[in-house]
């Protein structure tokens, strides 16, 4: 079905290679996983299925790729099309249209296909995708899952044998994921199509899983394999895979219920020596100072004559860890904006530290409070990562440029730059310019952006959204945090 | 699958999701009848008739509140306002023709120096209202027509432009939003707005965030069979196109500078068909279908037929109707305009989209 002989790409301008000689067999009807850290070219390899690479990003190309017996090099994206639906990782980005019908429907009017047959082609599409009652809805009214499966439907549209998704979940809540990925589930196992499907979230594909691809990024061999093979090979894997590695479980378990059924026995056999017993690990927190951190009274706001806040009182001491949780819509992005001053409450109080904040610009609250959106791409814009650090230094007073050199101020209460990189694993991208760098990087220097004035509480908008595990573990602990994560489990942020 | 054909006339059958429109291309024909009767007179009465008319279309075929497209940028009776005024008011400033003086200003003034006359007051508010009805008019449209309806109205030869220029409307909204969020999140990083270098954090971010969105955007598109460059693309559409155009070029000249209306009206009709083949040849190089057409309805027929009539009246002279109504001229005193109900009687054929709705 799709085979990779010898490949090997480089983008233009670039010093290494892409890919480098991959060499890969896939068989038809496979629900195939890619994973990797970033950065190893997991967008590049599903690029080269359809062609995009190199029609659309130039570059040199040396070896073959085959798809359904179509070279995608010499074959366009546009005959690819017909073969290939691709899915791309933002699901704001990817639509030409702004109605669910007439996007779907887009793929075949360029296909000047017609009029009767496109309508049974849209009708089944949506059938497909569970998209009926949304059909007439303006795309930008959908929820972020229900749009990532208007994107599916619109790749279905022409009804190709193969489906290749890049990140599709990367940019959605923990619940919307679930529906797109159970949605792939569903068409890889009753249609037969062959999906393949560049994912963080592993946990909840993986066993549905007939293949693992892992592409490294040090250099070694491309893994392509049955799933537990791979991950027992690599470090990369979701906690309960790790888990079950650090325990030795053998087979490795992939689902809650396989992990269940091993830590049964395991905890038994603990018991019988002796070992086990008491309380988990519980996080107690001693109220030694005589104020909260933050704390809000009463607060309210009305927006667009919707009350968004209805008298919120809360409290949360320093070491505190606090996730926020709530409905799509239910106004955490709002409060975490009260509380630093971007938006404004009509009634109510918010004290950091005892004093009163409400009312003082966003810059002066910004310097004990850090906030981090949720798009880090908002915040980047200087030449390299360094300087984006010392920018926001800069900002504050606490640092200043002469003759091209950064110099922190004397008596400056903030980290050293380059210690704070060297915690976040970004020492090597110090001098990288920001917007080149992959997602999960990318977050990593927007809160280093943000952390450098050392914030004695720090705001995160869904700071894992797109962050790999890998990454996600990277994210430091500041010293004093209020997180916020939707649905949050707060395991993910430590 | 069976059943489908089922399912597809229940859904065009049903009340909430279909609502009876005008064609785009009514619209336009409206509009440009609407155009004629304010351009070819200047007869208040009249004008007064149109403006009344497009005032209850605009009303009574405005979406509801909420649901319109696009929000105006202004309410088109405040600019009808502002316009007629500056148009009063400059009229009355540099035309020192009239008999009613109202007012005198030193003549050593330049320009504005004389005397200030109601009958150029007059001619003033009559053109700001002409200015206005035509704005209004817009408005009607651009509130009707969603924008894509109306992209949809170009050639077929410039789908490919057509689909970009539809994307670019969506863009500014986008951007609008994002420019939002890159300022709440500048801010936060303790930027204070107080020198021209500010900005740089704000600009940055917003140009290579679009870059970035109009590059995925176009890699989406290509990868769903989107292609507007094709290999092997015919040149004979172009030529075609090229020649009609100078052959209509040379007819116009011909007719106007030259006085040579046979030759020039032969020109003109060979540069319309060379044009539209080409346009049709070209388009024969875009091969695409459309999904759900926008049906014609006889309500379109009697909005088109209005604005036919009204078109026919201000412009040719048709028996039995007397014209001269039309040519109302204030100066040099002013007279009370005269109205015949023929063609008042034919105007109201531009109120035609509030009736059949």
Redesign the interface.
């Known amino acids: 079905m799709i085979h990779f002989d010898h490949l090997t790409y480089t983008y233009p301008g670039a010093q290494q290679p892409a890919l480098n000689d991959v060499s890969l067999d896939l068989p038809e009807g496979e629900l195939i996983l890619v994973i990797g850290p970033s950065g190893s070219g997991k967008s590049t390899l599903l690029r080269c299925i359809n062609g995009l690479v190199p029609h659309f990003s130039g570059g040199a190309l040396a070896g073959q790729v085959r798809v359904e017996g179509l070279d995608p090099v010499v074959a366009t994206p546009k005959v690819l099309s017909r073969y290939v639906g691709f899915v791309f990782q933002d699901p704001e980005a990817q639509f030409v249209t702004d109605l669910v019908e007439d996007e779907i429907a887009f793929a075949l009017e360029n296909a000047a296909m017609a009029p009767q047959e496109m309508r049974v082609r849209v009708e089944e599409t949506l059938d497909l995708l569970d998209l009926e009652p949304l059909r007439n809805r303006p795309l930008k009214t959908l929820s972020g899952g229900e749009r990532q499966r208007v994107a599916i439907a619109a790749a279905l549209a022409l009804r190709p044998r193969i489906l290749v998704l890049d990140e599709p979940t990367s940019q959605l809540d923990p619940k919307s994921a679930e529906d797109v990925l159970n949605a792939l589930v569903r068409l890889n196992s009753d249609l037969g199509l062959t999906v393949l499907l560049a994912e963080h979230r592993m946990e909840r594909v993986l066993p549905f899983v007939d293949r693992v691809i892992y592409l490294p990024d040090d250099g070694s061999p491309i893994l392509s394999d049955e799933p537990r093979r791979v991950l027992n090979q690599i470090e990369l894997g979701p906690p309960l895979v790790k888990l079950g590695k650090s325990l030795g479980w053998q087979p490795l378990p992939l689902t809650i219920k396989e992990g269940i059924r091993f830590s049964r026995t395991w905890l038994a056999n603990e018991k019988a020596q002796g070992k086990a017993g008491g309380d988990p690990v519980a996080r107690r927190i001693v109220h030694r100072k005589t104020h909260p951190a933050v704390q809000a009274q009463k607060l309210s706001l009305n927006y667009g004559g919707r009350k968004v806040l209805r008298n919120v009182d809360f409290a949360v001491w320093p070491g505190e860890i606090v996730a926020l949780m709530g409905r799509n819509g239910a106004g955490k992005t709002t409060l975490l904006k009260c509380l630093i001053g971007l938006a404004r409450p009509q009634a109510g109080s918010i004290m950091l530290d005892g004093e009163a904040i409400l009312g003082k610009d966003v810059a002066s609250i910004a310097r004990d409070m850090g906030y981090l959106p949720q798009d880090p791409n908002t915040l980047l814009f200087a030449e390299s990562v360094r300087d984006e650090l010392f920018t926001t230094l800069h900002n504050h007073g606490a640092a200043s440029k002469t003759g091209g050199e950064w110099r922190l101020a004397a008596g400056a209460a903030a980290v050293e730059p380059d210690t704070l990189l060297r915690r976040l694993r970004l020492e090597h991208k110090a001098a990288a310019y920001p917007r080149d760098l992959s997602v999960g990087e990318r977050q990593r220097v927007a809160l280093a952006a943000i952390t450098v004035t050392q914030p004695r509480v720090l705001l995160l908008d869904e700071p894992t959204r797109g962050l790999d595990y890998v990454a996600k573990e990277g994210v430091d602990r500041p010293p004093q945090t209020v997180a916020r994560r939707r649905h949050g489990r707060c395991t993910g942020y430590t | 699958?069976t059943g489908?054909d089922e399912?597809?006339t229940e859904?065009r059958a049903s009340p909430t999701?279909v609502r009876q429109a005008l064609h785009p291309g009514t619209w336009v024909i409206w509009l440009v009848g609407v155009a004629i009767a304010l351009t070819t007179t200047r007869n208040p009465w009249y004008l007064a008739l149109v403006l009344l008319l497009v005032a209850l279309v605009l009303k009574v075929c405005s979406p509801p509140a909420g649901e319109a497209s696009r929000d105006p940028v202004i309410s088109p009776w405040r600019f009808g306002l502002i316009v007629v005024a500056t148009s009063t008011l400059f009229n009355v400033l540099m035309v020192h023709v009239g008999d009613t003086v109202l007012f005198n200003l030193p003549a050593w003034l330049p320009l504005i120096g004389g005397p200030l006359t109601l009958e150029a007051a007059v001619y003033g508010a009559l053109n700001g209202l002409v200015l206005a009805g035509i704005f209004a008019a817009f408005a009607v449209f651009n509130r009707t027509v969603p924008v894509?309806a109306a992209l949809r109205l170009a050639p077929r030869a410039y789908y490919p432009v057509a689909?970009v220029m539809?994307?670019a409307v969506?863009f500014v909204p986008?951007t609008q939003q994002?420019f939002q969020?890159?300022r709440?999140?500048?801010?936060?990083?303790?930027?204070?707005m107080n020198t021209m270098r500010s900005w740089?954090?704000l600009v940055?971010?917003l140009l290579?965030?679009s870059l970035?969105?109009s590059f995925?955007?176009?890699?989406?598109?290509?990868?769903?069979?989107?292609?507007s460059a094709e290999e092997n693309v015919n040149r004979r559409p172009q030529v075609l196109l090229l020649a009609g155009l100078g052959s209509w070029l040379a007819g116009w000249l011909l007719r106007l500078v030259w006085r040579q209306p046979l030759l020039g009206d032969l020109l003109l009709i060979a540069g319309t068909g060379a044009l539209g083949l080409g346009l049709w040849l070209a388009g024969r190089q875009h091969?695409?279908?459309?999904?759900?057409?926008t049906p014609w309805h006889w309500q379109d027929g009697v909005v088109i037929a209005g604005a036919a009539l009204v078109g026919a009246i201000y412009l040719f002279p048709l028996p039995g109707i007397d014209r001269s109504s039309l040519f109302y001229y204030p100066y040099p005193a002013l007279t009370w305009p005269a109205a015949s109900a023929l063609i008042v009687a034919g105007t109201l054929g531009l109120g035609a989209p509030a009736v059949v709705r």
């Open positions: 699958m489908t399912v597809a859904v999701t894509r689909v539809s994307i969506t986008a994002q969020q890159i709440e999140a500048q801010a936060v990083r303790g930027l204070r740089l954090p940055v971010p290579e965030g970035e969105r995925q955007l176009a890699e989406a598109m290509m990868a769903r069979g989107f292609a091969p695409h279908t459309v999904y759900r057409p």
